[in-house]
């Protein structure tokens, strides 16, 4: 367009409540008043500028963008002094120019809509599916609570006490998993909106992994956990809550994805003035294309399957982990997992 009409030209766009440059010559001469014209004339869709009634002192002769959806931008054509024409060819090629601009800005404007449109139908299928997921997680072993402590209290008096003892520690796990699902919902929601804060303290690393496995109650009992910490391990400075948390998930993961009866273990060593901690576990692997993946939100991988669990509990681990500016990973061979965190030991 500027070779066409040997002048400098720009075109505006809408950005919220004001006219931003997305096109301008590099010797097109901006001023206040010259974008106060191109203002009037989005507001009230109307020409103005050189050679016209309205405003006619200003050297950019301004034309409004005009399509069915109403103005959607505005054209400026700028003369050396605002007594300046076009002749009459130019004048219908500089409308043409017009007509052109209008339709192409409105159809990009029409596949910007379609693609938000897509995006929120696909956000809301996710939304939906992730409900479903999350009351479903929530009401299997709420079920099962439920019908363990109903047989005890309604037909008590048929059962053995082995029987009543079975049911009762049923319920007790699977209180303890609704427990840890609701939990991750909450440390998702307070990551979220930043109220995570680390209070550190000198913690035994062996203590820590105690309170870990307690909490895990019988998924930890029914499987072999090895562990291996040095002995002359000097406490370290962190928030025992929080990387307790971050345990729970990762062995939580490992025994629920690694082959039955393997065992899963967990080292920890000092190095480079970092706690170091792995946790590794025999299965299927992780494919090399999922290893980032895995600390999305609501990431689950193709070897979840049927497995309980949403999707948060990577995820929260490594918001837990970088909350002590530390660093989580994953490496993964054939058939071995494994997780490695550090944090700075800090100062005792």
Known sequence: MCNTFQRPAVILL????SLVNKFQSPNFVSSGEEARAAARVFEHGQPAGSRIAEL???????????????????????????????????????????????????????????????????????????LNSISHNLRTPLASVTGAISSVLEDGHLLDSSTQRRLLETAHDESRRLNRLVQNLLDMTRLEGGAVHVKREPCDVQDVIGSTLMQLGELAGGRQITVAVPADLPLISMDSGLIVQVLVNLLDNALKYSSPGSAVEVEACIADDQLRVRGSNQGSGIPEEELERVFEKFYRGKSAGTSTGVGLGLCICKGLIEAHRGRIWVESAQERSEVRFRIPIGRV
């Open 14 to 17: 809408p950005d919220g409540d």
């Open 56 to 130: 006619p002192t200003t050297r950019t002769r301004y034309l409004p963008l005009k399509t069915w959806r109403g103005t959607v931008g505005v054209l400026g054509l700028q003369f050396a002094n605002p007594d300046e024409k076009l002749v009459a060819d130019q004048e219908q090629l500089l409308g043409a120019f017009v007509n052109q601009a209008a339709l192409a800005i409105t159809r990009a404007l029409l596949t910007n809509e379609a693609k938000r449109v897509e995006v929120l139908q696909q956000a809301d299928k996710l939304q939906k599916a992730l």
